[in-house]
């Protein structure tokens, strides 16, 4: 079995995609229309697709605050630096919890946490 896609709810479609485009380099893969007023658009996610969806019929947007969503940098040096660039200024960590691992996490614009992690070469 393998994970095809992440499906999250956002509040406003047009600043999700700015987020996840400008700002992580994700690709869309396709959008569509769902019914009336309801939007759906899948990111390229090498493997994992993330769905994002705005229906304006789903009021609350709410992920909870253990969840997040990973994604592998080649450097977390320049990613930090390329966020700051952007305006991302909350950024937690670098966290490096073993010798291979370190990461840092952003919040999207719907308050789901994203983490950034770079894989360390031994």
């Given amino acids: 079995m393998k994970i095809c896609w992440i499906t999250m709810y956002v509040r406003d479609m047009k600043?999700?995609?700015q987020f996840y485009?400008?700002?992580?380099?994700?690709?869309v893969k396709r959008t569509f229309s769902a019914g009336p007023d309801m939007e759906i658009c899948f990111l390229?996610?090498?493997?994992?697709?993330?769905e994002l969806i705005y229906?304006?019929?789903h009021k609350t947007v709410a992920y909870g605050q253990d969840i997040s969503v990973g994604f592998i940098v080649e450097s977390l040096e320049d990613t930090i630096s390329g966020l700051k660039e952007k305006g991302i200024t909350r950024i937690?960590?670098?966290i490096s919890?073993?010798?291979?691992?370190?990461f840092i996490f952003i919040t999207d614009p719907n308050g789901l946490k994203i983490q950034l992690?770079?894989?360390k070469k031994s």
Avoid: F, H, V
């Fill in 21 to 27: 485009t400008q700002i992580l380099g994700l690709e």
């Fill in 55 to 57: 229906d304006p019929e």
């Fill in 97 to 102: 919890p073993n010798p291979s691992i370190s």
């Fill in 44 to 50: 390229e996610g090498n493997g994992t697709d993330l």
């Fill in 117 to 119: 992690a770079e894989q």
């Fill in 15 to 17: 600043e999700s995609l």
């Fill in 92 to 94: 937690t960590g670098p």
